[in-house]
């Protein structure tokens, strides 16, 4: 299992996120590293000691700072240290864009298990049994249809299929 790779999945989702954007296009408002203001104000994050969590701590946001909540609301709520190594990125990545309790259900759908969106002792079960490259294509796929599904994909898909893209092919080589 991949207990040591937290840290190299994080850069990897950190060089897809990148720094501050505000687009108004965007739904999810306000992000740096990918951390949006509101996830920063749920993690009561004040950067800037003002008293308050608002665009100015988003934009001072480091890299360590986002680590910390990634790894809390991200890649914990995935399992990432139990999953194999390449498939932990794949659903930390997911995690990220689509979130945890969707993550989660697509970890499920791809075994075959109930899908109720826990990670129990089934789900790891089915995965010790199960190719973790035919989990990396199903889960992609599910990615995928997603994107081209979303309203938003004529704006925002070259990018998000560049991502996916990317994320599998990285994916598929750490799991050699």
Known sequence: MAAANFDRCLGA???????YVDDPRDNGGATNKGVTLATLKEAKVDLDGDGDTDKADLKRLTDKDAGKIY????????????????????????????????????????LGVSVDGVLGPKTFAALRAASA????????G????????HEDFD??????????????????QMLA
Do not use: C
């Not at 139990?82 to 759908?109: C, I, K, T």
């Not at 599910?142 to 599904?149: G, I, Q, T």
């Not at 070259?158 to 990317?166: C, E």
């Open 155 to 172: 704006r925002f898909g070259r990018g998000w299929m560049r991502r996916l893209t990317d994320v599998s092919r990285v994916a598929s």
């Open 13 to 19: 989702v950190l060089r897809h996120e990148g720094g």
């Open 142 to 149: 599910y990615r995928e249809a997603l994107y081209r599904n």
């Open 71 to 110: 790894k809390a609301r991200y890649w914990n709520t995935v399992h990432g240290d139990e999953l194999p190594s390449g498939l932990d990125y794949m659903l930390f990545d997911a995690s990220v864009n689509h979130g945890p309790a969707r993550a989660r259900r697509w970890l499920q759908q791809a």
């Open 133 to 140: 490259a035919a989990l990396l294509a199903k889960i992609a």
